[in-house]
């Protein structure tokens, strides 16, 4: 669960990250550290921290800050109406980041799996992002990453962000809930 | 006129300021570093360096990097076909710029006007940009903008990138000539 005492601690880490990688953000933006912990009760392995720039319904930016090890968990994003799935472009900022697709799967990965979940991990196309480095995904592709061991910051720019239709593999995510204290 | 040597010149320099923001690049993207001189002959005062990330059908995401106060001349992006216009967020990275759009004019704006070009510029509502500070300029909607005495770097988030359809109140720009040697 998502309790005031790890969001805090999780904003604050967050924030340490950002000045690590040399990122500005106001004092608004500060306030709107969003914190998913997609209540399954091991933040520590599968959590993510975000702060949003901008999301119109044609566009979206914003960083993701990954604690070391801390695992986003694999998901896709459906179309929507008329319109293909979310198309994302994550780049590294700072640290390192582990990203898997589908594809050829990778025989030793370099991404721990989160314990007691690994069934919901099914992507092994790996895919290693270090400062500058950055990789699209196609709307509606599965795909989870991790940060290495330093912690990891990210740009990701996209079509428009809408969590709610999100899917996740692991069935005890909710995703509506995952995202803002 | 954009010759090799100030395109050498240019990006060189542009490189020194992503280095000062803390921003990395690939060496991929260093060789691919735009340069819009405008067509000119004035780019200390009218010009403009790029580093594009990513330019898909649907999002695209660039740092533009200014000299100290070099402008980017007022231009807007028309509807294409079925699509309004280009949608953009600036968001300052490092250093400082004024934005310009249509609105309230400022009295003494900030920016010095390029000289000889003074008449093309022609909205004067002032938005000053910080560090960590952004503004979305709206589809088909005029805009200029110029650097502090630092000059600066900016992330621009924005649905897709056709320069070919830029619209310059300034007829001298030819801006399908101006973007790369």
């Known amino acids: 669960m998502l309790t005031r005492e790890l969001y805090n601690e999780s904003c604050k880490r967050?924030?340490?990250?950002?000045?690590?990688?040399?990122?500005?953000?106001?004092e608004e933006e500060k306030r709107n550290i969003e914190v998913a912990e997609y209540g399954l009760g091991q933040h520590e392995e599968?959590?993510?921290?975000?702060?949003?720039?901008v999301n119109t319904d044609r566009c979206c930016a914003k960083e993701?800050?990954?604690?070391?090890?801390?695992?986003?968990?694999?998901?896709?994003?459906?179309?929507?109406?008329?319109?293909?799935?979310k198309e994302e472009t994550f780049r590294c900022r700072w640290g390192k980041v582990y990203l898997y697709v589908p594809g050829e799967p990778v025989e030793n990965p370099k991404?721990?799996?989160p314990k007691g979940r690994e069934k919901?991990?099914?992507?092994?196309?790996?895919?290693?992002?270090?400062p500058g480095q950055q990789y699209t995904i196609e709307p509606n592709t599965l795909h989870w990453f991790?940060?290495?061991?330093?912690?990891?910051?990210?740009?990701e720019f996209s079509t428009?962000?809408?969590?709610?239709y999100d899917i996740y593999t692991d069935p005890d995510i909710n995703p509506a809930q995952s995202r803002k204290i």
Chains 1, 2 share one sequence.
């Not at 599968?46 to 720039?53: A, C, K, R, S």
């Not at 991790?146 to 740009?155: D, H, L, N, R």
């Open 120 to 130: 919901y991990f099914t992507v092994f196309r790996e895919i290693e992002l270090n």
């Open 160 to 164: 428009k962000s809408r969590d709610e």
């Open 111 to 113: 991404a721990i799996l």
């Open 146 to 155: 991790q940060a290495g061991p330093e912690g990891a910051v990210i740009s």
């Open 64 to 85: 993701l800050i990954l604690f070391p090890g801390q695992t986003c968990p694999e998901h896709r994003h459906p179309p929507v109406g008329n319109e293909p799935g």
């Open 46 to 53: 599968i959590g993510l921290q975000l702060v949003v720039y």
């Open 14 to 26: 967050a924030l340490g990250y950002l000045q690590k990688a040399g990122i500005v953000i106001t």
